[in-house]
């Protein structure tokens, strides 16, 4: 099993993936003593190849921060997930130059080492035990008077 078959499986494990496709919005899972996750459904070319965000989440300054945020693709077919993007308050990161028109794209080297931390982060978020969150979803404004009061 590769790296990416790898992710997959453990994704599949943690998120309600069937679920996030059901709704096309976005899901929060938490874990008692860490910061909220968020995952969000992007739309892909099919139905065996879509998207989705991942991302932690805690409030700074009565302001909601989303730090690292990584964009991945996820092939139910192959059973593969990879990264695409990465963003944190400092860096952002693109893994395939998609507007590139060379025929033979060039290796990026950060291609192994984000799949590498997508999935050390995926073995951190099963220690930590994050669940689907329960509840109405709420307002941003809301969300964050809940986690600063």
């Avoid at 992007?42 to 909601?64: D, E, Q, T």
């Amino acid at each position: 099993m590769d790296i990416y078959q790898s992710n997959f499986k453990k994704i599949k494990t943690i998120f309600d993936l069937e679920l996030l496709k059901e709704i096309e919005s976005e899901l929060r899972y938490e874990a008692p003593g860490s910061s909220d996750l968020f995952i969000n459904f992007l739309r892909g070319p099919n139905g065996f190849v879509y998207k989705i965000k991942l991302s932690n989440c805690y409030v700074l300054n009565n302001a909601l921060v989303y730090d690292p945020v990584l964009k991945i693709e996820i092939d139910d077919l192959f059973e593969a997930a990879e990264v695409l993007t990465y963003q944190d308050l400092g860096v952002y990161i693109r893994v395939h130059n998609i507007m590139s028109t060379e025929k033979t794209p060039r290796i990026n080297p950060w291609e192994r080492t984000l799949n590498s931390f997508l999935e050390s982060w995926l073995d951190e978020i099963i220690r930590a035990g994050y669940k689907l969150a329960v509840g109405e979803y709420c307002s941003e404004e809301e969300y964050i008077k809940s986690k600063t009061e």
